[in-house]
């Protein structure tokens, strides 16, 4: 087994394969590229998930089934297509977003892509949104990707309201290099990796910023 260092020294992918791998394995059609597309046309950041993390989100809901899905986090709604487009006919997926603009932006996305009825976007921060929906749980899939200070709390919620057999899914869980750092933020993230593995089987995915992956026990 590698030790640490060389460990940090074993990158495979550069840009040029990253980008052939997103262009043969998940292509966008015309609704994804102008959701792809939508924080720069909006001066919004483009801090969406890149292509390839889109498509593992669809395959990762169609591998369970899901039909009743929680996002935190929507920006321009190019990863709620993604989990929308995974759902069955009667699937719903609630997304929740903290910026009225980015909640403006993301549901003209949606509705162009023909998804309005599938998707709706929740406006307000994810600890005083995900109350409101618990009336719909139990869920498939909670997706994380909102405010990293409250990962935590969101583990723990989705731990209470996911069904036996679904998935947590928690992007940035690397937290762009600082995961090991000595900062609140960082130990946040720690906790959220550590309280998941007590009500899911965990994984964490190298993707570029990592994606925890929890089956629910
Ligand atoms: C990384 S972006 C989401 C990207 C999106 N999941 C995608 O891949 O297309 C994070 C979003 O979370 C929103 N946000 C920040 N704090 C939040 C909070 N407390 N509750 C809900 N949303 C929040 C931001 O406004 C931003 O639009």
Same mark, same amino acid.
């Given at each position: 087994?590698?030790?640490?260092?060389?460990?940090?020294?074993?990158?495979?992918?550069?840009? $040029?394969?990253?980008?052939?791998?997103?262009? !043969?394995?998940?292509? %966008?059609?015309?609704?994804?590229? $102008? &959701?792809?597309?939508?924080?720069? $046309?909006?001066?919004?950041?483009?801090?969406?998930? @890149?292509?390839?993390?889109?498509?593992?989100?669809? =395959?990762?809901l169609?591998?369970v089934g899901a039909k009743r899905v929680v996002e935190l986090?929507?920006?321009?709604?190019?990863?709620?297509?993604?989990l929308?487009?995974?759902l069955?006919?009667g699937g719903k997926l609630w997304t929740v977003?903290?910026?009225?603009?980015?909640?403006?932006?993301? +549901?003209?996305?949606?509705?162009? &892509?023909?998804?309005?009825?599938?998707?709706e976007?929740c406006?307000?921060?994810g600890v005083?949104v995900l109350p409101t929906l618990e009336a719909h749980g139990p869920f498939c899939v909670v997706f994380i990707?909102?405010?990293?200070?409250?990962?935590?709390v969101y583990g723990r919620w989705a731990a209470r309201h996911v069904r036996p057999g679904g998935l947590l899914l928690?992007?940035?869980?690397?937290?762009?290099?600082?995961? =090991?750092?000595?900062?609140?933020? @960082?130990?946040?993230? +720690? $906790?959220? %990796?550590?309280?998941?593995? @007590?009500h899911f089987? !965990?994984?964490?995915?190298?993707?570029?910023?990592?994606?925890?992956?929890g =089956?629910k026990?």
């Open positions: 087994m590698a030790d640490a260092d060389s460990r940090s020294g074993q990158v495979y992918f550069d840009g $040029r394969i990253l980008d052939w791998c997103d262009r !043969t394995h998940a292509p %966008h059609d015309e609704a994804l590229q $102008r &959701a792809f597309e939508a924080p720069a $046309r909006a001066g919004m950041p483009p801090i969406h998930v @890149a292509p390839s993390e889109g498509k593992l989100l669809e =395959l990762l169609r591998m986090g929507t920006l321009a709604g190019y990863s709620a297509l993604r929308a487009r995974a069955p006919e977003e903290f910026d009225p603009r980015h909640a403006e932006v993301a +549901r003209d996305v949606i509705a162009k &892509a023909g998804l309005a009825e599938k998707v976007v406006v307000g921060r005083e990707d909102a405010d990293k200070e409250s990962y935590d928690g992007d940035n869980s690397f937290l762009f290099k600082n995961l =090991l750092d000595d900062s609140a933020r @960082a130990a946040v993230m +720690r $906790r959220f %990796h550590e309280e998941a593995r @007590a089987d !965990t994984v964490n995915v190298p993707t570029p910023d990592g994606l925890l992956v =089956l026990r």
